[in-house]
């Protein structure tokens, strides 16, 4: 049987692996992105590959009007969507014959939501997952065809942890592609579990802050990693300036002063006294000046042992 035309639909680089892959088994392969081209084309051209790429901001439609006449233009009998921002209404849902189907970047019902690596990460799963899932109206609703287990390292940032699931991604679109007949996918394919489902939402600023007194080193250090490089780093203030956390680490020492306080700073490192007397050791941070190490930005601030980062 022949396998039925998929078109993609993403907006992030880390889909350029799997339309190389598929680009190599199909004879074409034509992906819709919402408003970052560049950054995909890039990717793409680093793989030596270039699908028609059609840019749905460009287009002078609402995106889901773009996004429809582009399905029925290129007569589409699947879509594959990957790292996508906005929820596809119900009529887009229901035009491919062979269905939508999402390759979500975290575990499924656990982790629905827009940012599951983000929220991972802070919570110290061991492990992320590529789920893939048949699209249905709801937020990463829909049973899952397969899901694929990707180790969360202990020192995996959101951008080391993403890298890893380009990969996952490759292996799970070409199994999908393997039984893109859609007789065999309704035999292949799980519900999720309602009573373990929990949606997670895309992280604010308030999810984004540091507090001494109340998180431990190690609570810190993964919101630390889950902020980098997407979101900028996790935020504190000191003197009414804020400043974004890009690289920690928890140390092995604790301290009886309180949270917030330095209690070391050398060239490379400042500790900080964190909840429960937890020291984490700062070592890169970034501010509207630029980055810096943490012991000369440190020094610059005249924060010595014993002072409080204060807002």
């Not at 680009?23 to 990717?43: F, H, I, K």
């Not at 035009?95 to 802070?122: K, M, S, T």
């Not at 579990?193 to 984004?208: C, G, I, N």
Request: glycine residues 8%.
């Amino acid at each position: 049987m022949p396998l039925p035309r998929i078109a993609i639909l993403t907006n992030h680089p880390l889909s350029a692996p799997l339309i190389a892959g598929l680009g190599e088994r199909l004879e074409s392969v034509p992906v819709a992105v919402m408003d970052q081209e560049a950054l995909v084309r890039g990717a793409l051209d680093l793989l030596g590959a270039s699908p028609p790429l059609y840019p749905l901001s460009q287009s002078g439609l609402p995106w889901s009007e773009a996004l429809a006449r582009w399905l029925r233009e290129i007569a589409a009998e699947a879509l594959w969507v990957i790292s996508f921002p906005h929820l596809l209404p119900p009529e887009i849902l229901a035009l491919p014959p062979a269905g939508c189907w999402n390759f979500h970047l975290g575990q499924l019902p656990r982790y629905r939501g827009p940012d599951p690596v983000f929220w991972e990460i802070v919570n110290g799963e061991a492990a992320g997952a590529l789920a893939i899932h048949r699209m249905e109206s709801g937020f990463d609703t829909g049973p899952v065809f397969r899901s694929y287990p990707v180790p969360i390292g202990e020192r995996d940032t959101s951008g080391t942890h993403l890298r890893a699931l380009e990969a996952a991604c490759l292996k799970g679109g070409l199994d999908l592609l393997e039984e893109a007949d859609s007789t065999a996918l309704s035999s292949s394919v799980r519900e999720q579990d309602r009573e373990t489902a929990k949606f997670w939402p895309r992280p604010s600023l308030e999810d984004q802050i540091v507090r001494w007194e109340l998180m431990s080193a190690t609570r810190i250090d993964r919101l630390t990693r889950a902020c980098n490089p997407y979101l900028n780093g996790a935020k504190a203030s000191f003197n009414g300036e804020i400043f974004q956390l890009l690289v920690t680490r928890p140390a092995a020492t604790r301290s009886a002063l309180p949270p917030g306080s330095v209690i070391n700073s050398s060239s490379s490192e400042v500790g900080l006294v964190c909840a429960q007397g937890s020291v984490l050791n700062l070592h890169t941070i970034g501010t509207r000046d630029g980055l810096f190490a943490a012991g000369d930005w440190a020094r610059r601030q005249r924060l010595a042992k014993g002072k409080r980062l204060l807002p």
